[in-house]
């Protein structure tokens, strides 16, 4: 649950110079085996990103190079952020030369709000070989410190949904192929951003926070027995938890304090799952003392040992979560029909974390120490919920207790190819789509604690384009899908119906006309 660093505004500075150069240098090597009719068509697409001057909300292009057979450009993203305030941050875009070159769409790969990939998954080269354009956060070093509005819960959700929609204007993205991805907080935004973006075909989400209250009360019940703030998190019998414990507070001037209120629950995953649409696989660890997995299910929770634990340590999610209005396990508000539940046992030859290991005294193993473990999921269900079974958690780990290594690539690339899903388009999914059209905040009536309504929209040209251009891509899918569209639009109450008294692929089409986001 580590909080990334430096989203502010004046890190996000040119670098046009000597990387861009580079880049160029070696592409231009490339080229020559093209032969010439092939080179400047190869040259325009490698300058796959631009900058975006014509509308408020535009990314500006900073920076880009070439290592290897891998091309990547970094832009300035503005957004809006809670307060409905101009806020920025940087992303990056990831994609093989060969790919781009090809001229072929390109499915994205959005991996959020932590820039390096967990160690438990395969890098950006990995997705790049696969055929996916991989887009992350890009933090330069700063000295800023971590503000609560850099919180996931706060700007970002916000700057998360900012980059999947700049994403989905870009010429070589496959749009209708969008995958998500991220781990702790960035688990959390994963179903967060899926539930607020359309067209999401998949996600992968790791250790995710679906319950903010039980998360945040879990740490507060904890603090005296990591020893925080007293005792250094290297000398506590609880190093990680310790470290983290300062999360507790952060959000107390934006939501307030009442952490079993209704502002916790309003912003967790427990409170929205219908709107999450697509193919989803939520992975977890017995073993987790950061997001303990009894916010899926208490009864997924393996006894710990008290005995090596300090006196005082809870993580019962009954005894925590008593009397709360978010008192609702994960698994138990999904339909049965939608889930699909396994564990994974350890493999063979998996080691375990030691206390040495997590205080930086001890080398890691390398990363090939393990095969990786391609997780089981399900094509017939739209939740696979998979539970890495550890049995019970130690005192000095932070998400696992042992060194795993996984990868998704069965599931990431089992629907590249399919037709839309009819399914991914529901009422509620449609309900907020039409009220961020329309401007509202209706399924999100949160305030902060100052009493600023808590804003989850970006530019209003940005917002109204992609919303625009996610129903047409799924009303152009098939004959089926327009015809759901319309059905489902015809339901919605009239004060929801900014196209009129029905909606169909020319109204869309109308509508994007007299949007003109980008000028002629």
Not at 37 to 49: H, L, N, S, T, Y
Not at 91 to 111: K, T, W
Not at 397 to 423: C, K, M, N, S
Not at 487 to 498: F, I, V, W
Request: net charge negative; aromatic share 12%.
């Amino acid at each position: 649950m580590a909080p990334p660093k430096h989203l502010s505004e004046r890190n996000c500075v040119g670098m046009f110079g000597f990387s861009k150069a580079v880049g160029f240098l070696f592409s231009t090597l490339l080229f020559i085996s093209m032969g010439l009719d092939g080179q400047a068509e190869a040259f325009e697409r490698i300058m796959f990103v631009e900058t975006e001057a014509d509308f408020e909300g535009g990314v500006e292009l900073l920076d880009v190079s070439m290592e290897g057979e891998y091309v990547s450009a970094t832009v300035r993203l503005p957004y809006l952020d809670i307060r409905g305030e101009s806020a920025a941050v940087q992303a990056r875009a990831m994609a093989r030369f060969d790919r781009l070159a090809s001229g072929v769409p390109m499915p994205a790969f959005c991996h959020v709000y932590y820039e390096p990939f967990i160690d438990e998954i395969p890098g950006p080269e990995h997705w790049c070989d696969l055929g996916w354009l991989v887009v992350f956060p890009h933090y330069p070093p700063s000295g800023d410190d971590f503000a609560p509005e850099d919180l996931g819960i706060a700007n970002g959700v916000n700057h998360t949904r900012a980059m999947i929609q700049w994403v989905r204007r870009l010429s070589c993205v496959d749009r209708q192929r969008i995958h998500l991805n991220g781990a702790s907080q960035a688990g959390y935004m994963v179903l967060a951003a899926a539930a607020s973006s359309f067209p999401v075909t998949s996600a992968t989400s790791f250790y995710p926070v679906v319950n903010w209250g039980f998360n945040l009360q879990y740490f507060e019940a904890n603090r005296v027995a990591a020893g925080y703030p007293e005792t250094p998190p290297s000398d506590s019998p609880m190093p990680v938890v310790a470290n983290f414990s300062t999360l507790v507070e952060m959000p107390f001037p934006l939501f307030g304090p009442d952490l079993a209120g209704d502002a916790y629950y309003a912003v967790s995953p427990i409170a929205y799952p219908d709107r999450v649409t697509g193919l989803t696989l939520v992975v977890c660890a017995t073993g987790d003392m950061l997001v303990p997995v009894g916010q899926m299910n208490p009864e997924r929770e393996a006894p710990f040992h008290p005995e090596i634990f300090p006196n005082g340590y809870r993580r019962d999610f009954e005894d925590i979560m008593a009397g709360s209005v978010a008192h609702q396990p994960f698994e138990h508000i999904l339909d049965r029909a939608t889930r699909w539940i396994r564990e994974v046992s350890l493999p063979e030859g998996i080691r375990e974390i030691t206390r040495e290991e997590v205080l930086g005294r001890q080398p890691l193993p390398a990363k090939d120490y393990l095969a990786y473990v391609d997780l089981p999921w399900s094509p017939d269900h739209q939740w696979s919920l998979v539970y890495l079974d550890e049995g019970p958690p130690t005192p000095h780990v932070g998400h696992t207790r042992y060194h795993w290594r996984v990868t998704f690539d069965d599931f990431i690339q089992a629907h590249r190819q399919d037709l839309l899903p009819l399914e991914l388009l529901t009422m509620p999914k449609l309900e907020e789509m039409l009220e961020r059209y329309a401007g509202q905040q209706v399924s999100s009536p949160l305030l902060l604690a100052e009493g600023v309504p808590l804003n989850r929209r970006n530019f209003e040209g940005v917002e109204r384009f992609d919303i625009l251009t996610g129903l047409l891509d799924y009303a152009t899918a098939s004959p089926d899908h327009g015809q759901r569209l319309e059905e489902l639009y015809e339901a919605m109450p009239d004060t929801l119906k900014s196209f009129g008294p029905t909606l169909t692929q020319d109204h869309i089409e109308e509508a994007l006309e007299r949007l003109s986001l980008y000028s002629e």
